[in-house]
């Protein structure tokens, strides 16, 4: 399962960098707006930084709703950086970009996914990543793991080569239920991946080994 980390702070894709465990980052507007980065060239920039600190691939959200305009956006982007990802949303404008970048050769993460259907014409359409938004599907009391275990079903039954990158993670246990459910890609803020990390026992057990160690070397 690859590991993005969901967020526009270089200083923390830093760290889940220097943890060895990093696949890559998504990024939207949002989050974006969230680390004060505004203006074309700030942007493109940013997006360069992010590229210049991981070794994966690196989610570019366009903000067009037409066509002309994701291509537009989304050709500038690609050309940024080879690691960048251009995000294009799920609406029939953006499933026209999706099918023509594929045809140029320039990846795809189809984004704010929430039903089978529109995963499976991002499909169709060629994106290279697709992304359930599974914590506001649970925010709304909808099963956000059963819309990615029905994915996971459409897209094996055709072999469609699309990833299903399960995005708007928010702990740990979203983690590990899409890892069991087959998610190829998961992206999260970096507390839900270091809770990943957190056991009571084995604070205790690294207490006493080291007390005992301590008590042998003095
Ligand atoms: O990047 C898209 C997605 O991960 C958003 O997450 O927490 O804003 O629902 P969230």
Do not use: W
């Not at 994106?127 to 099963?143: E, K, M, N, Q």
């Not at 699309?162 to 702990?171: D, G, N, P, Q, W």
């Not at 239920?177 to 507390?191: E, F, Q, R, Y």
Request: proline share 3%.
């Amino acid at each position: 399962m690859k590991f993005f980390i969901d967020t526009a702070n270089l200083e923390q894709i830093r760290e889940a960098q220097d943890m060895g465990i990093l696949d890559g980052v998504t990024t939207n507007p949002s989050l974006m707006a969230k680390e004060g980065i505004s203006g074309d060239a700030k942007v493109k920039q940013h997006y360069i930084d992010i590229c210049n600190i991981v070794d994966g691939d690196v989610s570019a959200e366009v903000i067009s709703t037409d066509f002309e305009g994701m291509v537009r956006e989304g050709e500038a982007l690609a050309a940024l950086h080879e690691q960048i990802v251009v995000k294009v949303p799920i609406i029939k404008e953006g499933i026209k970009a999706i099918k023509y970048f594929t045809t140029k050769g320039i990846r795809t993460n189809c984004t704010l996914i929430f039903s089978a259907g529109q995963a499976l014409l991002a499909a169709k359409a060629g994106a290279t990543y697709v992304s359930p938004f599974l914590g506001r599907l649970d925010d709304v009391s909808t099963d956000g793991l059963n819309l990615i275990d029905e994915i996971r079903t459409i897209y094996d039954n055709y072999f469609y080569e699309t990833e299903i990158l399960a995005a708007s993670i928010r702990h740990p246990m979203h983690i590990i239920d899409c890892a069991k459910i087959g998610a190829d890609v998961m992206t999260g803020p970096l507390s839900a991946i270091t809770a990943l990390l957190n056991h009571p026992l084995t604070d205790i057990g690294l207490a006493k080994f080291l007390e005992d160690h301590a008590k042998t070397n003095k």
